[in-house]
């Protein structure tokens, strides 16, 4: 093991790493309190202000798996759309299988610039997650309850308010649902049976209300589906603590731009329209694990500077105190002070040890 994949595994880079997201994540969520009275005065300027306080937070885990543990993301997709990607809005549709989806999904919002501005189809539950889900209520994110009653008119409601959004984004709908499992897949096989739906091997059956209600509320200001599969190479599972561990992993992301025109207003025809596409996904599938390869050129986008900078500028702002108070401790040389110093930093310790 080198000195440097040494350093990345240990215990004390992860608890700086960690140290560093949870209080400027905070204090970036302080901020975007701050915005509320910003937003009685002016709507956009707020929602502006709030696109790159977001950035500050989700481009700090972005960095993590950029620059620390250095995953490679190659994507396949036609040239012809590619010019496009960033500078419209569009609903993505991705498969569900990763721990780290939603983070190579953020990478790749990243790279197109719509890191600050991306949003979601997420549980309500996520909504009370500090940091994140505090940071999503600011960046208007969907929550939705997973009960189609009360769903349906909140969901509407919040996509209402997307239509006059001021930025680009891509709008990430997981319409499995839930991540794959072998359990989960077998169930949802059997629901398929039971509705007369052909099976699918390699996902599970798509809950096709979202998607609905999503391409019904934005038409008119969305342009494209953006039709997503993920996959990792050599039949790698990535994990979060994997890239906390600096371990290098290998995304391969295909992405097929269909024009919104396309797809059907009528609920009945979208939802068979979605089934459809899952069976075409599914297929792709099937060809990734025979050859490794998604069909199609591919490019890797590069990553940018720019996210390596933003984690340095917020370690400076919150590592400086904690610096400042460590030296203030030490060089008091009151034993107390010292005590008290170490029972809490071994408190901080103690979920490692368990
Ligand atoms: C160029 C680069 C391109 C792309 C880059 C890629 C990505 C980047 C983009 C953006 C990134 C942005 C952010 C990412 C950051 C973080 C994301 C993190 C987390 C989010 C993860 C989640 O929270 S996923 C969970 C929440 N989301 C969803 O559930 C969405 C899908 N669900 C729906 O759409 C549902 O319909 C619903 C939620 C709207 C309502 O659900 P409900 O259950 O109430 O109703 P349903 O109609 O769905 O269910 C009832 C019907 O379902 C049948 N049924 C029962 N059991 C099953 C089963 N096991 N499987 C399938 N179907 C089942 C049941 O029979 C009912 O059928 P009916 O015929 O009666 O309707
Ligand atoms: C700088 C980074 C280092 C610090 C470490 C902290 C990183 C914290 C990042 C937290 C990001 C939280 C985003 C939440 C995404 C979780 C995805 C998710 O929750 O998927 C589950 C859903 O599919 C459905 O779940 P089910 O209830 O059906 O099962």
Redesign the pocket.
């Known amino acids: 093991m080198g000195l440097l994949s040494t350093l990345k595994s240990l215990f004390i880079c992860h608890l700086i790493i960690g140290y560093v997201f949870l209080v400027s994540g905070l204090l970036i969520n302080l901020l975007q309190v701050c915005t509320l009275p910003v937003g009685l005065v002016s709507k956009q300027l707020a929602r502006r202000i709030n696109i790159r306080l977001g950035y500050c937070i989700?481009s700090q885990v972005v960095a993590v798996l950029e620059w620390w543990s250095g995953t490679e993301c190659t994507?396949y997709?036609d040239p012809k759309s590619?010019p496009l990607?960033?500078k419209e809005n569009?609903i993505?549709l991705?498969n569900?299988n990763f721990e780290i989806?939603?983070?190579?999904?953020?990478t790749?919002?990243e790279r197109?610039g719509?890191l600050g501005s991306?949003?979601?189809?997420?549980?309500q539950?996520?909504a009370y997650v500090p940091v994140?889900g505090w940071m999503w209520y600011f960046l208007e994110?969907v929550f939705?309850?997973?009960?189609?009653?009360?769903?349906?008119r909140l969901?509407a409601q919040s996509l209402q308010n997307l239509r006059d959004y001021p930025e680009n984004?891509?709008?990430?709908?997981?319409?499995?649902?839930?991540?794959f499992t072998p359990e989960?897949h077998q169930?949802?096989m059997?629901?398929?049976e039971?509705?007369g739906l052909p099976k699918l091997k390699y996902h599970?059956?798509?809950?096709?209300?979202?998607?609905w209600?999503?391409v019904q509320n934005l038409r008119g200001t969305v342009s494209a589906v953006?039709d997503?599969t993920?996959n990792f190479r050599d039949n790698e599972t990535p994990t979060m603590l994997g890239v906390l561990n600096g371990k290098k992993y290998h995304a391969d992301?295909y992405?097929r731009r269909i024009p919104l025109e396309l797809i059907p207003e009528e609920e009945k025809e979208c939802a068979a329209w979605l089934h459809k596409l899952y069976q075409e996904k599914d297929e792709l599938q099937g060809a990734y694990e025979k050859t490794g390869l998604f069909p199609g050129p591919k490019t890797s986008p590069p990553r940018q500077l720019r996210t390596l900078m933003n984690w340095l500028f917020w370690s400076c702002v919150v590592l400086y105190p904690l610096g400042l108070m460590l030296t203030h401790v030490i060089s008091s040389g009151s034993a107390l002070t010292i005590i008290a110093a170490v029972v809490v930093s071994s408190a901080a310790d103690l979920p490692s040890s368990l």
């Open positions: 989700a994507l997709t590619y990607y960033g569009a993505v991705l569900h989806d939603f983070l190579c999904g953020w790749f919002c197109f719509v991306s949003k979601v189809l997420a549980k539950e996520l994140i994110i939705c309850k997973r009960k189609w009653e009360e769903d349906r969901v984004y891509w709008f990430l709908l997981f319409c499995e649902g839930t991540r989960k169930a949802s059997q629901v398929a039971s509705k599970l059956l798509p809950r096709t209300k979202g998607f209600m999503t953006y997503s993920l992301l992405v």
